[in-house]
């Protein structure tokens, strides 16, 4: 079964700093993809970035970057230099194929960023 | 960059009438979309995926009679919430997969559509 997790319901940072969302998958598939996004409060869906089970460099998306490691079946994002426009609620998923063949993608629960002035 | 768009934004229905939510790739041809439906502050729920031309392949626990999808073309999914109940009032989001401006396949999310059942 698919699943991914997201530990931190709710994360603080101040501005300009650095931020990491933690994001960890289990899956039995060699063949996934793992995204992140951004959902600000008018509830729209916003594409940050994507990395490839078989992509060896972190994906990297202006201040956004993926810290990749397989081994431990991570995909924390990372966000650098924070503004007050990145309070949101972060999603990562996971695309895989499921049971049946086809492709399905699973959220985690989110983590609420407020980042503070 | 891609976009998908969702109409209507915001829906207010009677309880009994049914609800069509459109759902648009706008420059790419999306191969696969999916629906999804959140509720408040909670994460995104997969009801069904479509592919298009053939029958959209519903997750468990979803009435496929109740919510009704066509996939008719490359670029356009629709929702139709049928006979629609208060407990159907939720956040529907739909999703295309496809590639475009450089990135392939990946999932672009449409803005959402708030349906309100009185």
């Known amino acids: 079964a698919q699943k991914i997790t997201q530990t931190q319901p709710g994360m603080f940072v101040q501005e300009k700093e650095a931020v990491t969302l933690d994001c960890t998958y289990d899956t039995s598939d060699q063949s996934y993809g793992l995204f992140w996004y951004k959902q600000p409060s008018s509830g729209e869906m916003i594409f940050l970035i994507y990395?490839?089970?078989?992509?060896?460099q972190n994906a990297t998306e202006g201040r956004y970057s993926l810290n990749f490691q397989k081994a431990r079946k991570s995909a924390n994002l990372v966000i650098s230099a924070s503004q007050l426009g990145d309070s949101a609620m972060y999603f990562c998923?996971?695309?895989?194929?499921?049971?049946?063949?086809?492709?399905?993608?699973?959220f985690g629960t989110g983590t609420k960023l407020q980042v503070i002035p | 960059g891609a976009v998908v768009s969702q109409h209507p934004s915001r829906v207010i229905c009677k309880s009994g009438t049914s609800v069509k939510i459109e759902c648009r790739s706008l420059d790419f041809q999306a191969t696969t979309m999916f629906w999804y439906r959140q509720f408040p502050k909670q994460s995104l729920m997969l009801m069904a995926t479509?592919?298009?031309?053939?029958?959209?392949?519903?997750e468990q626990g979803v009435e496929k009679d109740k919510f009704l999808i066509n996939h008719a073309s490359l670029t356009l999914s629709t929702l139709t919430v049928t006979s629609a109940h208060p407990e159907d009032s939720s956040f529907y989001i739909c999703?295309?997969?496809?590639?475009?401006?450089?990135?392939?396949?990946?999932?672009?999310f449409g803005p959402g559509t708030r349906l309100t059942v009185l």
């Open positions: 998923a996971m695309r895989a194929p499921n049971s049946g063949g086809y492709q399905k993608v699973t």
């Open positions: 990395q490839g089970s078989y992509d060896e």
């Open positions: 999703s295309a997969r496809g590639s475009s401006g450089g990135v392939t396949d990946t999932q672009y």
């Open positions: 479509s592919n298009e031309g053939s029958k959209a392949t519903y």
